[in-house]
Nanobody, 120 residues
Framework: QVQLVESGGGLVQPGGSLRLSCTAS????????MGWYRQAPGKERELVASITGYGTTNYADSVKGRFTISRDNAKSTVWLQMNSLKPEDTGIYYCAVVNLVGGNVIPTNWGQGTQVTVSS
Protein backbone atom coordinates (compact mmCIF):
# COMPACT_ATOMS: atom_id res chain seq x y z
CA GLN A 1 0.00 0.00 0.00
CA VAL A 2 1.34 3.40 -0.94
CA GLN A 3 2.47 5.71 1.86
CA LEU A 4 2.01 9.47 1.44
CA VAL A 5 4.07 12.06 3.31
CA GLU A 6 3.08 15.71 3.31
CA SER A 7 5.30 18.66 4.17
CA GLY A 8 5.41 22.42 3.82
CA GLY A 9 2.74 23.53 6.24
CA GLY A 10 3.21 26.32 8.76
CA LEU A 11 2.08 29.69 10.01
CA VAL A 12 1.63 32.45 7.45
CA GLN A 13 0.07 35.89 7.46
CA PRO A 14 -3.05 36.66 5.42
CA GLY A 15 -2.08 37.34 1.83
CA GLY A 16 0.98 35.12 2.10
CA SER A 17 1.91 31.92 0.28
CA LEU A 18 2.82 28.35 1.11
CA ARG A 19 3.75 25.37 -1.01
CA LEU A 20 2.75 21.94 0.21
CA SER A 21 4.46 18.78 -1.01
CA CYS A 22 3.28 15.19 -0.99
CA THR A 23 5.70 12.38 -1.78
CA ALA A 24 4.53 8.83 -2.37
CA SER A 25 6.48 5.74 -1.37
CA UNK A 26 5.50 4.02 -4.63
CA UNK A 27 5.37 5.23 -8.19
CA UNK A 28 2.34 7.38 -9.00
CA UNK A 29 2.14 7.17 -12.75
CA UNK A 30 -0.32 8.42 -15.34
CA UNK A 31 -2.97 6.01 -14.09
CA UNK A 32 -3.14 7.53 -10.61
CA UNK A 33 -5.16 10.60 -9.73
CA MET A 34 -4.24 12.61 -6.65
CA GLY A 35 -6.02 15.11 -4.47
CA TRP A 36 -5.50 17.63 -1.69
CA TYR A 37 -8.09 17.88 1.06
CA ARG A 38 -8.33 20.08 4.12
CA GLN A 39 -10.14 19.93 7.42
CA ALA A 40 -10.81 23.05 9.45
CA PRO A 41 -11.52 22.82 13.18
CA GLY A 42 -15.06 21.65 13.75
CA LYS A 43 -15.71 21.06 10.06
CA GLU A 44 -15.76 18.09 7.74
CA ARG A 45 -12.84 17.28 5.50
CA GLU A 46 -13.29 18.85 2.07
CA LEU A 47 -11.69 18.40 -1.32
CA VAL A 48 -9.55 21.38 -2.31
CA ALA A 49 -8.02 20.26 -5.60
CA SER A 50 -7.47 17.17 -7.71
CA ILE A 51 -5.25 16.24 -10.61
CA THR A 52 -5.43 13.31 -13.00
CA GLY A 53 -2.40 11.30 -13.98
CA TYR A 54 -2.22 13.33 -17.18
CA GLY A 55 -2.43 16.70 -15.44
CA THR A 56 -6.08 17.69 -15.71
CA THR A 57 -6.94 19.74 -12.65
CA ASN A 58 -10.07 20.66 -10.74
CA TYR A 59 -10.52 23.06 -7.82
CA ALA A 60 -13.02 23.94 -5.14
CA ASP A 61 -14.68 27.28 -5.85
CA SER A 62 -13.21 28.72 -2.65
CA VAL A 63 -9.62 28.33 -3.90
CA LYS A 64 -9.92 28.88 -7.65
CA GLY A 65 -7.43 31.45 -8.87
CA ARG A 66 -5.39 31.20 -5.65
CA PHE A 67 -4.27 27.55 -5.42
CA THR A 68 -2.48 25.44 -8.01
CA ILE A 69 -2.08 21.68 -7.89
CA SER A 70 0.73 20.09 -9.89
CA ARG A 71 2.65 16.83 -10.05
CA ASP A 72 5.83 15.19 -11.23
CA ASN A 73 5.24 11.50 -11.88
CA ALA A 74 8.96 10.76 -12.13
CA LYS A 75 9.42 12.09 -8.59
CA SER A 76 6.14 10.60 -7.29
CA THR A 77 5.37 14.03 -5.89
CA VAL A 78 2.34 16.29 -5.90
CA TRP A 79 2.38 19.95 -4.86
CA LEU A 80 -0.20 22.47 -3.79
CA GLN A 81 0.87 26.08 -4.31
CA MET A 82 -1.29 28.33 -2.15
CA ASN A 83 -1.27 32.08 -2.77
CA SER A 84 -3.29 34.97 -1.33
CA LEU A 85 -4.01 32.90 1.74
CA LYS A 86 -6.96 33.79 3.94
CA PRO A 87 -7.71 32.93 7.58
CA GLU A 88 -10.46 30.61 6.36
CA ASP A 89 -7.79 28.51 4.61
CA THR A 90 -6.58 27.40 8.03
CA GLY A 91 -6.74 23.67 8.65
CA ILE A 92 -4.96 20.37 8.32
CA TYR A 93 -4.16 19.61 4.70
CA TYR A 94 -4.11 16.01 3.54
CA CYS A 95 -2.79 14.44 0.38
CA ALA A 96 -4.67 11.47 -1.02
CA VAL A 97 -4.69 8.96 -3.82
CA VAL A 98 -8.14 9.27 -5.37
CA ASN A 99 -10.37 7.45 -7.80
CA LEU A 100 -12.35 9.55 -10.25
CA VAL A 101 -15.64 7.75 -10.80
CA GLY A 102 -18.56 9.28 -12.64
CA GLY A 103 -17.64 12.81 -11.63
CA ASN A 104 -17.02 11.81 -8.03
CA VAL A 105 -13.65 11.97 -6.30
CA ILE A 106 -13.14 9.04 -3.94
CA PRO A 107 -10.06 9.01 -1.68
CA THR A 108 -8.38 5.64 -1.14
CA ASN A 109 -5.11 6.42 0.65
CA TRP A 110 -4.31 9.29 3.02
CA GLY A 111 -1.22 11.01 4.23
CA GLN A 112 -0.83 12.07 7.86
CA GLY A 113 -1.61 15.73 7.14
CA THR A 114 0.21 19.01 7.56
CA GLN A 115 -1.07 22.01 9.52
CA VAL A 116 -1.63 25.32 7.76
CA THR A 117 -2.45 28.33 9.90
CA VAL A 118 -3.24 31.71 8.35
CA SER A 119 -3.19 34.40 10.98
CA SER A 120 -1.76 37.82 11.68
Amino acid sequence: QVQLVESGGGLVQPGGSLRLSCTASLSIGSGTAMGWYRQAPGKERELVASITGYGTTNYADSVKGRFTISRDNAKSTVWLQMNSLKPEDTGIYYCAVVNLVGGNVIPTNWGQGTQVTVSS
